[in-house]
């Protein structure tokens, strides 16, 4: 082995003030101030930074612009809690949990982007803690009691008084529903993707906030459906990206009241801008409901948790009114 070892590298960044905060507040670098700009140090590791006002002396033959670098950063402790952090940080998770392998060997990541769009990853070599079920024996009406809780990272606070897209979506059942159309009220409840029995869940699933639980969620909707309809709710929907025949699948073994809307082309989610993210290449909603008066958004529920008490919130609010 020769005697060397990693001391830095450089990135490029377009404002000092956001990067610094980002990098100091997300990733827990120590600043350094330079004569002209700053660094960001971790441990005996640092990332020099070029930015404003730096003119450095010597530079790549191809530099890298800002967003274009991709750096990975070992979580200490289980990834949940890195997924936490980011939550409560604010930062929205591009994919993962999942698994990927660093310098110690396999771990866990996620995935997420520097105010300049610079692909972040944190990867955590913790065990991960085993969970009840066994492979081939999953159930997706349980609810696990450890799961972990998501945070409100703000993806939702647009929606309140927006007008539904001119979008037909398919429903199980058959049929095409355009909720800018629907008159009275209308309630959709929103979530990533209803498991299978006996079907292995995708990996880190139940690590990741808010993943667990659409089943829970459906049948909590469906157990409260004449209650909704006794507070003047016209119609009732879920909305997943699944395609219609695995929506059908649930929809028939849960039988549920209701039909359930598919935007496998994210083209709701796309318009209306609502919280997404990606595990196992797939691209998810995250869960919420909304409350829907003549084709207008009046009230949002996000995040959701615990997901089986997802009817029981929205009744206490149609109760309120």
């Known amino acids: 082995m020769l005697p060397t070892k990693l001391d830095h590298c450089v990135i490029h960044i377009t404002d000092w003030e956001r990067s610094n905060a980002f990098y100091t507040t997300v990733l827990g670098a120590e600043l350094v101030a330079r004569p002209t700009g700053y660094a960001y140090r971790f441990g005996d590791k640092q990332l020099n930074v070029h930015g404003p006002g730096v003119k450095p002396a010597e530079v790549a033959r191809l530099p890298v612009a800002p967003g274009n670098s991709d750096l990975c950063f070992e979580w200490i402790g289980p990834i949940a809690d890195a997924v936490a952090h ?6 929205r998770i591009e994919s993962g949990p999942m698994q990927r392998f660093g310098a110690k060997g396999a771990g866990t990541s996620v995935y997420f982007r520097d105010p300049d769009g610079s692909l972040m990853e944190f990867m955590s070599y913790a065990v991960e803690k085993k969970m009840a079920e066994a492979p081939g024996m999953h159930d997706p009406t349980f609810l696990p009691p450890d799961i972990p809780a998501p945070q409100d990272d703000g993806r939702a606070r647009h929606l309140t008084g927006v007008r539904l897209p001119d979008v037909a979506l398919p429903a199980t ?39 667990r639980g659409c089943t829970p969620q459906s049948c909590g909707f469906r157990d409260h459906f004449a209650d909704l309809k006794a507070l003047g709710v016209a119609q009732v929907f879920g909305l997943s990206t699944q395609a219609t025949g695995y929506q059908q699948e649930a929809a028939d073994r849960l039988h549920l009241l209701f039909p359930i809307l598919s935007d496998a082309e994210l083209v709701l989610a796309t318009n209306l801008h609502l919280p997404m ?10 869960r919420m409901a909304l409350v ?23 009744i206490a609010w149609l109760r309120s009114r």
């Open 292 to 314: 829907i008066e003549d084709g207008t958004i009046v009230k949002v529920f996000y995040p959701v948790f615990p997901p089986d008490k997802n009817a029981e919130e929205v």
């Open 86 to 91: 980011l939550g409560r940080c604010g930062v």
């Open 173 to 211: 059942g058959g049929g095409m529903v355009n909720l800018s159309k629907l008159k009275g009220r209308t309630v959709v409840y929103v979530y990533p993707r209803t498991g299978v029995p006996g079907v292995d869940a995708p990996p880190g699933w139940d690590q990741i906030p808010g993943a």
């Open 277 to 286: 993210f990606m595990t196992s290449g797939m691209t998810l909603l995250a």
